[in-house]
């Protein structure tokens, strides 16, 4: 089993089995012009780490800090995320 996330022109897949995947990967190549980059470590402002273990931590610090940063100019508060606190002025 192959899995496919795509979004535009950022694809992020994984598969049960190298074989698989590498096959997966050659069928692209032949139709497309292709960048493999190995292992993922950002998608979409999301950063991936796999343990040693193979669990998959999921952290989406840098985009939570992009919407942060977007509020706080749009209620004139100074642009430095770690110097506010909540609740924000109304």
Partial sequence: MIYVLNYVDDMLYYGTSDEKLANFEAQLSSSFDLELKGQAHWYL???????????IIIDQTRYCNSIIRK??????????VKLHTTPLPS
């Fill in 71 to 80: 509020y706080l100019d749009s209620v004139g508060c100074k642009n430095v």
């Fill in 45 to 55: 402002a999301t950063r991936i780490t796999q343990l040693a273990n193979h669990n």
